[in-house]
């Protein structure tokens, strides 16, 4: 008999734990390195939503593989959480979605880019799939972003994703930076989680490109759209709205609702002038009158 997601999950909690590492989730990166090999010759790497740790833990252990001297080694995590410090990993707590943060990390790498970028950060999740893969597609282009800023050519980015309709847009919007992209699954991974990772290599992005932190969900104040040239006009504005307090509208709701009074039916302010229903509803008052003849 196979393993549940429960026991799944249950044995490699144990494992982190005798092993050392911060998280189960290290077992994820790790097993993702034994199909893809991202960690041959990477000496910089940037692990954003690093907190707890587990990722950078991966990285400080199996980069320092690649060289005789440790100190060639630089790690930068980024979070905007608080982590608990580690050996050989720089720390820096803030919003990747700054520039600041962005030329922080360079700073780090004296100048220079990252061999690689991961990001294991997911939102907190609602329950709602739709809300939750919308919430996660535009994290991970928020680390995308960043990652534009920080990565050298030919470089790597790791990033996790939530498996839905709207994958293959993001694979294709990957495509667009980098030469492969594929989207992997590793075994510590619940079968029952909709979570999967993209492996993005060999990043090169468009021709003309210039990497900025324009957000699409700011407004027009912070971000203006119509200065962008070149390759940066596929940078669409979007927009959300409403809250998770609102009705929605796939959903059928009682017109009795708690706390109002009894409900009342009123006609509408204004009625459809000619309905492509009417002809069909004038037969079935015929029909009812000609039946109770």
Same mark, same amino acid.
């Given at each position: 008999m196979g393993k549940t997601s429960k026991d799944k999950r249950d044995i490699y909690y144990r494992l982190a734990k005798e092993e050392g590492w911060r998280a189960r989730s290290a077992f994820k990166l790790l097993q993702i390195n034994e199909e893809f090999k991202i960690f041959n010759g990477v000496l910089r790497a940037v692990d954003l939503c690093a907190a707890p740790g587990s990722w950078s833990q991966v990285l400080a252990r199996k980069l320092r593989e690649n060289t005789d001297n440790s100190s060639d080694v630089k790690i930068v995590a980024v979070d905007l959480q608080a982590m608990a410090a580690l050996p050989g990993v720089k720390q820096i707590q803030g919003d990747i979605t700054k520039l600041s943060t962005a030329e922080e990390i360079i700073k780090e790498f004296e100048g220079q880019k990252a061999d690689l970028v991961v990001?294991?950060?997911?939102? @907190? &999740?609602? %329950? *709602?799939? @739709? +809300? @939750? /893969?919308? +919430?996660?597609?535009? $994290? *991970? $282009?928020?680390? *995308?972003? +960043?990652?534009?800023? &920080? $990565?050298? *050519? /030919? %470089?790597t980015f790791v990033a996790k994703i939530f498996r839905g309709k709207d994958v293959t847009l993001l694979y294709s919007q990957l495509k667009q930076f980098f030469e492969f992209v594929t989207v992997t699954k590793p075994r510590s991974s619940r079968n029952s989680s909709i979570e999967a990772f993209v492996v993005c290599q060999n990043y090169k992005p468009p021709q003309g490109y210039k990497p900025t932190m324009a957000n699409p969900l700011l407004d027009n104040q912070h971000c203006v759209f119509n200065e962008f040239d070149g390759p940066n006009r596929i940078i669409v504005p979007f927009n959300i709205c409403g809250d998770l307090s609102a009705y929605d509208s796939d959903t059928s709701y009682s017109l009795q609702l708690d706390g109002l009074g009894q409900y009342e039916h009123k006609e509408p302010v204004q009625e459809p002038i000619d309905p492509p229903y009417k002809e069909m509803l004038d037969k079935t008052k015929h029909m009812q009158i000609k039946d109770s003849k």
């Open positions: 990001c294991d950060g997911a939102p @907190d &999740v609602t %329950g *709602l799939h @739709d +809300i @939750d /893969e919308y +919430i996660q597609s535009q $994290l *991970l $282009l928020a680390a *995308l972003n +960043i990652t534009t800023h &920080v $990565l050298k *050519l /030919e %470089g």
